[in-house]
């Protein structure tokens, strides 16, 4: 009996972004306590291109394992083709929508069709169309752990304690890098929750971070927020890196700094500013999926898209991940 193939985007070599390959490849089998899924749209993040390099800026100690030719990919939208005969509470003919195997990188969404664990899904808000539904599990759920509940007792691989959101009603929160995936989605939460929101982004973001309800807006290619603001109680740095810890001056004492990317942080200087630095490792859960998508369905939360390309200008999309400067979240179609 021949493979049934289907057609998907596949890393033989690890590079930029001309190794990712438009590929005729097998479709995957159902497994227990799985689902088929026909994909009607991908969300691209970052650990997309982690895995195109080769996972070269994680620890070869806490690398996963994988094996090449590999379909990249951990967010998807569609339609439930098959179920397994474990599975309860989807049936076939369901749209759902989900994060796939994350922290592992073997999500496999880049493609016609994927297999999913059930309990990663969940039913795709009837509000939204799979475009912004596909835009939504990964950033979304990284700052929903980081801001409202962490959802899981794994162990952080970035620190030994574990994370904690803090109370947002009332709070002043900044959020720096407020345009992109995380940091729009954080803004709203924030707000939802009572804070007052300073948001920090290029100029060009100021009248869509107002819209979704940034209170004050600070251009980082003109002023250095740490300059203009004290006092406040989180910041929620979704860029991170080496210059993460500048915020540390923002903070009032007791203030916490949550970075989405971690950074180096002077142990010594936190503790003299009497200051929290904490964070997570988003992981897939579709209960709170569940619970985001009634928020991105009554509305209250919104998915902005940057930029869509077809499945098989993974290469293009990629591309425009790498010129940066993201409003909301970057999405691939597959064609139906």
């Keep these: 009996m021949p493979t049934r193939t289907m057609r998907a985007i596949r890393l033989h070599e690890h590079g930029g972004p001309e190794v990712l390959s438009?590929?005729?490849?097998?479709?995957?089998?159902?497994?227990?306590?799985?689902?088929?899924?026909?994909?009607?749209?991908?969300?691209?993040?970052?650990?997309?291109?982690?895995?195109?390099?080769?996972?070269?800026?994680i620890p070869p100690e806490t690398r996963p394992k994988f094996d090449l030719p590999v379909i990249p990919g951990t967010d998807v939208s569609g339609v439930v083709e098959a179920v397994a005969?474990?599975?309860?509470?989807?049936?076939?003919?369901?749209?759902?929508?989900?994060?796939?195997?994350?922290p592992s990188f073997d999500g496999q969404a880049y493609a016609e069709y994927v297999t999913a664990p059930a309990s990663d899904l969940a039913r795709k808000p009837a509000g939204i169309d799979h475009v912004h539904a596909a835009g939504a599990p990964m950033s979304l759920l990284t700052a929903w752990q980081f801001l409202i509940e962490l959802g899981h007792d794994h162990p952080s691989p970035f620190q030994e304690a574990r994370h904690r959101p803090v109370a947002l009603a009332g709070a002043t929160v900044l959020v720096n890098g407020a345009a992109g995936g995380v940091g729009h989605f954080g803004l709203q939460l924030a707000k939802w929750k009572g804070a007052r929101v300073i948001a920090v982004a290029s100029g060009a973001h100021e009248s869509f971070l107002r819209e979704l309800g940034a209170d004050e807006f600070i251009d980082y290619t003109k002023n250095r927020p740490e300059e203009l603001v004290n006092g406040v109680d989180l910041v929620l740095d979704a860029v991170g890196g080496r210059d993460s810890s500048r915020f540390l001056r923002t903070l009032r004492r007791g203030g916490a700094l949550f970075p989405v990317f971690f950074g180096e942080y002077d142990e010594e200087e936190t503790a003299k500013l009497g200051v929290t630095v904490s964070g997570t490792q988003v992981r897939s859960n579709g209960a709170q999926l569940a619970e985001v998508g009634r928020l991105l369905d009554a509305g209250t939360i919104r998915v902005a898209v940057d930029s869509t390309f077809a499945l098989a200008d993974a290469q293009a999309a990629h591309e425009r991940a790498a010129r940066g400067h993201i409003q909301g979240k970057i999405v691939l179609t597959v064609a139906q």
């Design 22 to 57: 438009y590929d005729e490849a097998p479709m995957p089998e159902l497994g227990p306590g799985e689902v088929l899924v026909r994909v009607h749209a991908v969300g691209i993040n970052p650990p997309d291109w982690y895995l195109r390099d080769g996972l070269s800026n």
């Design 85 to 102: 005969a474990d599975v309860e509470g989807f049936s076939i003919g369901d749209e759902v929508f989900g994060m796939l195997r994350f």
